[in-house]
């Protein structure tokens, strides 16, 4: 988180208007509130860290164990069926 948090505050340093937050939104119930902002807002999940490195591992990781390759840009937070429309 240090390192992330540095990067933070030198980027925003940058933009006199711009605040970083040093904040770990992860506890507290912060991960729980941001699938319930997901889910409403119907965000795209990517299941992956976005790099072509995880995407090649995650899909060699997911075959191997029977399970079907990433779909890029059709998995959404509230969705089982990969539809891309809201509800």
């Known amino acids: 988180m240090n390192q992330i948090n540095g990067s933070g505050v ?4 940058h ?8 904040d770990n939104w992860r506890k507290g119930g912060g991960s729980k509130r941001m699938i319930e902002i ?5 965000f795209y999940q ?3 860290c ?27 937070y509230g969705k089982d069926d990969g539809s891309e429309t809201p509800e």
Not at 15 to 22: C, F, K
Not at 52 to 68: D, K, M, P
């Open 46 to 48: 990517q299941e992956y």
């Open 50 to 76: 976005g790099c072509v490195y995880s995407l090649r591992n995650t899909n060699e990781h997911r075959v191997a164990t029977g399970r079907e390759r990433v779909h890029i840009s059709v998995k959404f």
């Open 10 to 13: 030198r980027a925003a340093a």
């Open 38 to 42: 997901s889910e409403r807002e119907n």
């Open 15 to 22: 933009y006199p208007d711009l605040m970083y937050w040093e």
